[in-house]
């Protein structure tokens, strides 16, 4: 029978965009994520990519992350890094007239440090290397009704199952990973800012039978120069 450990955290985090030609942008995501009860930063992520863009409706990238991942061995603790490159396709269109409905496929492959405690220091033992799939599907509903939607509050809901396709037992030895879901309102001040804020719910995999839910309060904010 799997045991089940609720824990609560934050998220806060950004993502900036660059339109460099009609085709051609940059891309730029920074996350910070506390721990358990909000004590410590567990998490920072920096993730910049280059991006194309096919049409109005598909946009491909590909790009590197460099995730610091506080990691507690004994009594010490320190932020191993994670390096990883990974592509993904943003495919986007209406549903129902009123919905901004986004599928985002990505794959993730991952150099995961392996940490040892040496000194009284947390160091990396060489790396493990795994592969990730990801898949979100997100919706948005603005509260105007308008055509064009370029200001003005909205509602949003997502959803994002994560596979382990590749050397799963580098991690937690099956393929499922996690599962998030998010819920929250949004604020659009421009068709180049948005703000948004809300509640995700984690449901993370461990090598045992346990699974952590984690309970998250999520900010965000957008900007597409």
Known sequence: MSQVQNRFAAWVGSTNSLLLNKKWGLQLDLSFRSNDQVKNFQTIIIRP?????????????????NNINRTIIGEVSGYPTEHQVWEQLFIRHR????????????????????PVLENNEIKTAGRSFAVRFRYLFRNM???????VFTKGAYMFASQELFLIVVNKENLNGK?????????????????????EAGYLYRDLATRSSAHFHDHIIQMSSFIRL
């Open 95 to 114: 549903s129902f007239k009123r919905l901004h409905t986004l599928h985002r496929p990505l794959l993730e492959e991952r150099f995961i440090s392996n």
């Open 49 to 65: 990519g280059i991006s194309y863009h096919f049409n109005k409706t598909v946009t491909a990238f590909i790009g590197y992350s």
């Open 141 to 147: 509903l603005p509260f105007s009704n308008k055509e």
């Open 175 to 195: 393929i499922f990973d996690q599962f998030r879901s998010v819920t929250g309102f949004g604020y659009r001040f421009s068709p180049k800012w948005d703000i």
